[in-house]
């Protein structure tokens, strides 16, 4: 199984790839897609369109998983990270690529243990599990790492129907 993790947004939409099979999982690449904030927002949304596609293309995942978008008190941010996010889901949706939308505290919760859990420590948990160094920075193409890996983690029981 190849999942393609994303972590949303206008400016910076990071991206991680992760294989697993019985021997392990393993990360394949972890990266970030970044506009430019002068640059009008639809020319940004073509621009994240078309990478996001040609890592679809290049890369192949049998599914993805991408950060559910919350609006919090920026509602300028929160206009962005769901554009791009609506961008993220048609590039799949074209692809013919099945998706599920994680919460950060559900993507935390599945990897530490804690929905709660700082960002460090999760970071520390996707080290430990992929064999990392240190995990990708920046923090978004990270983030994505840990979603596309929560997916990897729940593979099972949506197979089984028990989540969706």
Not at 19 to 46: D, H, I, K, N, Q
Not at 133 to 146: C, E, Y
Request: charged share 20%; with cysteine.
């Amino acid at each position: 199984m190849f999942v393609l993790g994303i972590d949303p947004g206008l400016t910076t939409t990071g991206y991680a790839l992760v294989s697993g099979a019985a021997s392990g999982e393993r990360a394949v690449a972890a990266g970030v897609v970044r506009t430019a904030a002068g640059t009008p927002v639809e020319r940004r949304l073509l621009e994240l369109y078309r990478d996001l596609t040609a890592i679809v293309a290049d890369h192949r995942p049998d599914a993805a998983a991408i950060e559910r978008v919350f609006v919090n008190r920026n509602l300028q941010t929160a206009t962005g990270v769901l554009r791009a996010s609506g961008v993220a889901l048609l590039v799949l949706a074209e692809a013919g690529i099945p998706v599920t939308e994680y919460t950060p505290s559900g993507v935390k919760k599945a990897l530490v243990g804690s929905g709660d859990a700082p960002k460090a420590q999760v970071q520390r948990v996707l080290e430990m599990r992929l064999g990392l160094g240190s995990a990708p920075k920046p923090a978004d193409a990270s983030d994505a790492l840990a979603i596309a890996l929560c997916h990897l983690q729940h593979l099972p029981a949506i197979r089984r129907g028990v989540l969706r």
